[in-house]
């Protein structure tokens, strides 16, 4: 049996709950990654990829993580943004992943309630053209108290009926002449990117070494085994020797599977998701509010973030370049016409002011015949092949913790070890001790930065002292501060403009254009940090501009 070091073996709550900040020094990282070989070599920084990290590295093993990119720059970024048992698996018949991801939302709930945040979902009634009509409504209600048994109480609350008013209290532009009423139930919600790299943080509060800008360029291999892989990284090759390679990158998973076994035959079938971003006074509505898309088997939810509103998403099958997802015209419109079906709002592509597009790595069968991509299941696929590589496809954001402990049982396996998975009760950094409701309730600054670094907001705002002009926006009507890019560049390894903007505070998904606006801020903040040159730092930004402009230019493309 692995034991943890004396000092890991006292209570987890405990040792997630910091008195300093966690930094971490870039520099320091790669030369642990070059200077140490490692039990566990984990290549993929998206939210399975990290809590396999943070399962491993719990457990007593020595882990190292690599990501090409950065930590959720792909699928984990790109996400529903829902920590949800899912009903409409219910309906495919496969009630054990309900029952799973029922009390792995709990479990997330409680050990980051700082960034999970429980959600009411409204489904209106209507008499006809609904999600749901006045004749199958009693049905789909046996549908929720079956979700409600198999774990959805323990949110807290139990599913409703609502009349028509309080359905329109809810959402008040919802069109009322067919309305007979709703059904509400609950689940939770989460900043994906914010989640995966608190992870992250954990897993090196724990001390493994985690690194962005990572890229793994090969497989070392001794006695015809995967022994470790070559990594790139600011320029620099390191070999990394592992005891053991764990791939999770997700939709890019055939590729170093290939690396590993030359025959190996593509497994993954990429499922395109798409969500736009709205301003709320346009779609005003209360958590999420499931209307139907006309001539489309799919739902569509609009959900409130703050003051916008995101609508989303699509499923369908993709076959373009997985290093640029974007959202199209055509899908825009049809997630358009699927909000104005249902709402009095009138949305034109003017009031688009951000989107989202990302990959679902959906796992086919042998015989690849699943159908469409929202048939296919949501379920995760753990395997070790011929030479030692362990790799985990498919599954879901909610289940991440789950995967990633059996991912580290499979890789022990392998290391011909044993040790027991701390995980489940395991607060991430920042959870620990944290009271979501009294924050809420203090307002302003306090609940910004609770929502987003829980009990760590307090080494944002030592920041403020060190230097008073930190508690500035980053640009006017921002609500985000100079000190989060401070605190992202010294504490969560944000290295450019696009980390911070995209992933660090979200600007991009949700303030697309006021991001533009704060790039240049975002630039001058991170040279004074990490010593980047005028010409970097110029680089970074009219990367960034650039980026929006081709985002915007995609969707705003007329249809052929």
Not at 24 to 53: F, H, K, M, N, W
Not at 205 to 226: D, M, P, Q, S
Not at 280 to 287: M, N, Y
Request: charged share 25%.
């Amino acid at each position: 049996m692995i034991r943890l070091p004396e000092r890991k073996a006292r209570s987890e709550t405990k040792s997630a709950i910091r008195r300093t900040a966690l930094r971490l020094d870039r520099q320091g990282q790669i030369e642990r990654l070059a200077s140490r070989p490692v039990d566990v070599l984990v290549v993929g920084g998206g939210v399975t990829g990290c809590y396999t990290a943070l399962d491993a590295v719990t457990r007593g093993l020595t882990v190292a993580l690599v990501e090409r990119d950065d930590f959720a720059s792909g699928t984990s970024s790109k996400s529903s943004k829902m920590v949800h048992g899912g009903l409409r698996y219910i309906e495919q018949g496969n009630l054990p992943l309900v029952r799973r991801s029922l009390l792995e939302r709990q479990r997330f709930r409680r050990n980051a309630p700082h960034l999970v945040q429980r959600l009411p979902f409204v489904f209106p009634v209507l008499a006809q053209d609904g999600v749901f009509d006045a004749r199958i409504a009693t049905a789909f209600e046996g549908l929720l108290w079956t979700y409600d048994l198999a774990g959805g109480w323990r949110i807290g609350r139990l599913h409703q009926r609502l009349t028509v008013p309080e359905v329109l209290a809810r959402a008040p532009r919802l069109r009322a002449d067919q309305l007979k009423g709703g059904l509400l139930y609950y689940d939770s919600r989460t900043d994906d990117a914010r989640l995966t790299l608190t992870i992250a943080r954990t897993a090196a509060h724990f001390g493994a070494t985690v690194l962005n800008g990572a890229a793994c360029r090969g497989l070392l291999r001794e006695g015809g085994r995967v022994r470790g892989a070559t990594v790139e990284v600011d320029g620099r090759e390191i070999e990394v020797r592992a005891g053991v390679v764990i791939n999770a990158t997700g939709v890019w998973s055939d590729t170093l599977d290939a690396m590993s076994d030359p025959g190996h035959r593509p497994r993954i079938r990429p499922a395109k998701g798409v969500h736009i971003v709205v301003p709320w006074t346009r779609l005003p509505v209360d958590g999420t509010v499931t209307v139907p898309v006309p001539g489309r088997a799919r739902r569509a939810t609009c959900t409130r973030w703050g003051d916008v509103v995101v609508v989303g998403t699509t499923d369908t099958d993709y076959d373009g370049s997985m290093d640029e997802v974007l959202c199209t015209a055509s899908e825009m419109r049809y997630l358009l016409d699927g909000a104005n079906t249902a709402f009095d709002a009138d949305l034109t592509p003017d009031d688009v002011i951000g989107s989202i597009a990302g990959l679902r790595p959906l796992v086919s069968s042998k015989d690849g015949k699943e159908g469409a991509t929202l048939d296919m299941s949501r379920d995760h696929r753990v395997t070790t092949d011929a030479y030692g590589l362990v790799t985990v496809t498919g599954g879901k954001l909610t289940t991440s913790r789950h995967m990633g402990e059996l991912v580290v049982d499979e890789a022990l396996k392998v290391l011909g070890r044993r040790a027991r998975c701390r995980t489940a009760h395991l607060p991430l950094l920042g959870g620990a001790g944290y009271d979501a409701e009294a924050t809420s309730a203090t307002g302003g600054l306090g609940a910004h930065l609770g929502g987003r670094y829980g009990t760590e907001a307090r080494f944002v705002a030592d920041l403020f002292a060190e230097d008073p002009s930190l508690m500035e926006p980053i640009a006017p009507g921002s609500a985000h501060l100079r000190a989060e890019v401070v605190y992202a560049a010294r504490c969560e390894l944000a290295r450019s403009v696009d980390d911070v903007l995209s992933r660090r505070t979200r600007m991009r998904v949700f303030a697309r254009d006021l991001s533009v606006r704060a790039a240049p801020e975002v630039g001058r903040l991170l040279q004074r940090e990490l010593g980047l040159s005028d010409d970097e730092v110029a680089r970074q930004v009219d990367d960034y501009v650039s980026g929006i402009e081709r985002e915007k230019t995609v969707l705003m493309e007329e249809v052929s």
